[in-house]
């Protein structure tokens, strides 16, 4: 389980952040990874960029090679995978004529290689995403993608006819179903309010709610995928636009606080509990990455210029707060 969310400040600068929902941790760090550095290829892409842009976020070094959970790059370009186990259809082999990218490293190639939403959907006209492991130790995730920039988002799905390119106009992403069916669920909630309701009459008798919220009668509470995102995006969508950077990563942490997932909540049928690992977040206005844990809720900063990006390997990235 997952969930991601993007929304803008007042200047219009884009924050990205995400829930990594899991039963254990994979010793996730905070990785950099600078704009020379040689990271092997899947498959052979003469188009990628000798060099590329410089990218940080959340994830694993397998090999040499950065395995980003959520990451983003120096021209506020954002990417999370997001957990998508029943409906993950990743093509079986590479396409001649095709920009073929494996499954493992698509949010580093997106962070790594492109600049804007823009960019990025020209490019996926010729993806072909493959189910190639990074090793034989590590097996092939099955994922979906949230992408964002300061000017929107997209969801990417390699579903049984494709590669599908979603328009995100509620900047949320869950896990299971699809998207067209997450978005499509939200018009089952169109009497959610944010305002009090009014008095109303039975007869002669005057009915009045208890206080503020009881417009948010029916909202879903539990922590499935269809649940969070209805939630997630009302959320996202009601809170009231914020102008500093204090209180919009405020703003991104309680929003994805609304749905976290604590121990004892969610059991697996093998009995291990998931649970919100770590939630991360984005500043493009600021280029700086945020991050805080399940056993350590301090939110924890890393701005991308407080590191020397003149080498040519990933490094873990110490926090500057």
């Not at 914020?242 to 009995?271: C, I, K, Y």
Request: include cysteine; proline fraction near 7%; hydrophobic fraction near 40%.
């Amino acid at each position: 389980m997952c969930t991601g969310i993007r929304f803008t400040d007042a200047a219009g600068n884009m924050f990205f952040g995400r829930n990594l929902d899991w039963t254990m941790d994979y010793g996730e760090l905070v990785v950099v990874t600078p704009p020379k550095a040689v990271i092997p290829p899947a498959f052979a892409r003469p188009n990628d960029p000798r060099v590329g842009r410089a990218v940080i976020g959340v994830g694993i070094v397998v090999g040499g090679v950065p395995l980003y959970f959520d990451c983003a790059n120096d021209a506020g370009l954002a990417v999370a995978g997001l957990n998508f186990p029943q409906s993950a259809r990743y093509a079986t082999a590479p396409v001649s004529g095709a920009e073929n990218v494996a499954a493992y490293e698509f949010p580093y190639w997106i962070a790594r290689n492109f600049s804007s939403l823009t960019e990025v959907r020209d490019a996926l006209k010729t993806v072909n995403i493959v189910a190639k492991p990074v090793n034989d130790r590590l097996p092939v995730a099955k994922l979906h993608w949230l992408i964002g920039d300061a000017t929107g988002s997209i969801v990417v799905e390699c579903l049984d006819d494709g590669v599908k390119v979603w328009e995100n106009d509620v900047d949320t992403l869950t896990n299971e179903p699809d998207f067209g069916w997450q978005r499509q669920n939200l018009r089952n909630y169109l009497p959610l309010s944010e305002d009090e309701p009014q008095p109303v009459s039975w007869g002669a008798a005057t009915l009045a709610p208890f206080g503020t919220g009881a417009g948010m009668q029916g909202i879903p509470g539990d922590y499935s995928g269809p649940a969070r995102f209805v939630k997630a995006a009302f959320v996202n969508g009601h809170y009231p636009v914020q102008s500093s950077e204090a209180a919009n990563v405020a703003r991104l942490f309680h929003t994805l606080g609304s749905v976290a997932v604590p121990l004892g909540s969610a059991r697996m049928a093998d009995g291990t509990y998931e649970q919100t690992l770590y939630t991360s977040g984005f500043s493009a206005g600021h280029l700086t990455y945020y991050c805080a844990t399940y056993a350590d809720p301090r939110i924890r900063a890393y701005p991308l210029s407080a590191y020397d990006l003149t080498g040519a390997v990933p490094f873990a990235a110490k926090a500057a707060a």
